[in-house]
């Protein structure tokens, strides 16, 4: 590890299916801090880039770092589940479909991780929950159910269920797409304030106006590779390749 680390370094990508590629040698980086959106049309891998990251989905090239650390190493097969574990509780995720556990409360459902991974007794984790959920609004709700809840609600749980673990990096793969538009802005609301905060996010999102007004930087994929990058005003409102723009005419 150098003093000069990147925070995220994501170093030549490559991921195939077969004679599919969907990452073709992707290189980003992203610094403590920093908010990134990913924007890019269906299937330019914007969410298998997203997985690799805490290798949900292991890459057939490259490497992932994070905080000077290699998340996929390769290593025997027991060390590397102890790896892995170790560094998947500095990542949240959040996805597309809240993917809290139904037969749990709220409750329990933000309080499993921490206990069951870094050992808190339950009063720990009690306490832990109630500020996570009172930070996304939801402590009210705390011994609801799942299916009692709303698609907004959910996906706010699922928000406190992963700050539950203090993460030192937050993903959000298209967080709010399944969500009624009328419950879209309360989960982004969330998100907001977790940026104001300085939390590091990498955001994949259709949603433009939210990428402009939270990221510091997009970054359109198309393909399998990162065609265009940059602060949301020049990527938005002066892109230079021309995909970017044919994506944002379809799109802004
Ligand atoms: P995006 O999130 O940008 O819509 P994805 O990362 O989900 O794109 O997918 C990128 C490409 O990889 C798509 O062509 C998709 O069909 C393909 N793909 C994703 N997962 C698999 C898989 N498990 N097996 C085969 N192809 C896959
Ligand atoms: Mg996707």
């Given amino acids: 590890m ?3 680390h990147k925070f995220v370094d994501i ?6 299916y077969g004679d599919l590629e969907v990452l073709k040698d992707i290189s980003l980086t992203v610094d403590r801090g920093e908010i990134v959106a990913i924007i890019g049309p269906s299937g330019s891998g914007k969410s298998t880039l997203l997985r690799a990251i ?6 057939t090239g490259g490497e992932v770092w994070l905080d000077g650390v290699q998340i996929n190493k390769d290593l025997p097969y027991r060390q590397y589940e102890k790896h892995i574990n170790a560094m998947r509780q500095q990542v949240g995720m959040v996805f597309q479909h809240f993917n ?3 037969h749990l409360s ?6 499993m991780a921490p206990k069951l991974l870094k050992g808190l007794s339950d009063k720990e984790a009690d306490k832990l929950a109630e500020e996570q959920l009172n930070h996304v609004g939801m402590l009210e709700r705390i011994d609801y159910y799942p299916s009692q809840l709303s698609g907004g609600q959910k996906q706010r749980v699922a928000i406190a269920r992963a700050l539950a673990m203090q993460p030192k990096l937050m993903l959000f793969d298209e967080a709010t797409s399944a969500l009624d538009p009328e419950l879209v802005e309360e989960v982004n609301l969330v998100m907001k304030r977790l940026a104001e905060e300085h939390m590091t996010m990498i955001i994949v999102t259709h949603e433009m106006d939210f990428a402009a007004s939270v990221c510091d930087r997009v970054i359109f994929m198309d ?4 065609v265009e990058q940059g602060p949301p ?3 938005f409102q002066n892109p230079t ?6 994506f944002l005419r379809k799109h802004l």
Avoid: C, I, M, W
Wanted: overall charge negative; proline content about 3%; hydrophobic content about 35%.
């Fill in 223 to 226: 393909k399998g590779v990162v």
């Fill in 106 to 111: 709220v409750r329990d459902n933000v309080t």
């Fill in 100 to 102: 809290l556990f139904p």
């Fill in 241 to 246: 390749e021309e995909r970017t723009k044919e």
């Fill in 54 to 59: 805490n290798d949900l989905d292991s890459l």
């Fill in 2 to 4: 150098t003093e000069a």
């Fill in 11 to 16: 170093r030549h990508a490559q991921k195939a």
């Fill in 233 to 235: 005003s020049v990527v």
